[in-house]
């Protein structure tokens, strides 16, 4: 079995639609029918695969496969494979506020969503990126979850994709081989990678006596339901936004976060209010 495909574990068949896609991004991928093998981290930890995908149906969410067992068996595979990249595919509505408790909140899973469509780049940027290796490349570790094999844009992008739901501790960096003053996932998204080429701006404002902000109250249409996205480092569920990037027009910031942080484009009705707070020194 390839060992950077994706597992399976389910108790009815995958969509051919996400099959195909996986394997349109050359990952492979192995399906463990529940019916007919009932254990499924025996069979993990023969295959080693590096992503897996558990996918629940309606009738395991109501009774055949309590969600305690679901948080198990994701704690069980991280013991096996601590860079092991989780998800869980749930039937289309079904996401319960309990099913988000336990795989959200217990940092159980990395992606949770009744999408097929939502875990195709996860994947790839979780599996393909050890594989996209220039020889010059220099090669990291990632201190938190040992995985190999990265160079410093591979670790840049890992670092959010697989620990952004951690909460924020001082690991030391395999790049600058030291403990960096800010949060470890701060550091590596400000100083190294695409930031620390200057080809990206850095997310700090540090040099600015006036921070601005957009933020966005958006509201679905269909059940009238409102929007919050999880913040990093698990730290809570907020509105989707950010900083006003400079020269940027507020409407514009919103529409480029909402897209940034939750893959949505938004119809703007228009601006509910506008805060202004004067601190010592600065403004925001």
């Not at 999408?115 to 220039?134: C, E, G, H, Q, Y």
């Amino acid at each position: 079995m390839n060992k950077f495909g994706v597992l399976v574990i389910s108790r009815a068949p995958i969509a051919e639609q996400l099959t195909q896609q996986l394997q349109a991004h050359k990952i492979s991928v192995t399906q463990l029918d529940l019916d007919s093998f009932n254990d499924p981290i025996s069979f993990y930890r023969q295959s080693h695969t590096s992503a897996v995908i558990l996918h629940l149906t309606e009738q395991t969410q109501e009774g055949g496969y309590p969600l305690d067992q679901v948080n198990q068996y994701l704690q069980e595979i991280q013991q096996i494979r601590k860079d092991a990249f989780l998800c869980v595919l749930c039937e289309s509505g079904k996401i319960t506020a309990s099913l988000r408790t336990i795989l959200v909140y217990n940092n159980a899973a990395h992606v949770v969503s009744d999408k097929l469509s939502d875990f195709v780049v996860p994947l790839d940027l979780a599996i393909n990126t050890s594989l996209r290796k220039d020889k010059k490349d220099v090669i990291y570790e990632c201190p938190i979850c040992t995985k190999r094999f990265l160079s410093e844009d591979d670790l840049w992008v890992h670092t959010p994709l697989y620990h952004g739901k951690h909460p924020n501790q001082k690991w030391p960096c395999p790049i600058c081989r030291s403990v960096p003053k800010r949060p470890y996932a701060v550091h590596m998204r400000n100083s190294h990678g695409p930031v620390g080429r200057g080809e990206i701006q850095e997310e700090q404002q540090s040099k600015s006596v006036l921070h601005s902000y957009s933020l966005v109250v958006c509201q679905r249409e269909s059940d009238s339901k409102y929007l919050l996205v999880q913040e990093n480092a698990s730290s809570g569920w907020w509105l989707p936004g950010g900083a006003v990037d400079y020269l940027e027009d507020p409407l514009q910031a919103a529409h480029r976060e909402a897209l940034e942080e939750a893959s949505i484009h938004l119809d703007i009705k228009g601006i509910l209010r506008v805060e202004f707070s004067q601190y010592h020194n600065y403004s925001r």
